[in-house]
């Protein structure tokens, strides 16, 4: 049971950034161009990296038990 909740938490992250990236790009297809919409791109994809990177560190250098 103890090996499980660092997949889960991973899983968690992949889902969060699938349904965050997803949501992104349609409201990004829907909406007209302008300055607010390029900062929303802008925040979305830091915020996306960020994620992602925190995950790919979690993998590669998972937390001492």
Known sequence: MEGRRPI???VAGVFFLLVFGGLTVAALSSAELNFATVA???IS???FF???GAL???LREP???
Do not use: N, Y
Request: charged share 10%.
């Open 45 to 47: 994809l830091l915020i």
């Open 50 to 52: 960020a994620v992602l």
């Open 40 to 42: 929303f791109a802008v």
């Open 8 to 10: 889960a938490i991973v």
């Open 63 to 65: 937390p001492d038990e």
């Open 56 to 58: 790919l560190g979690a």
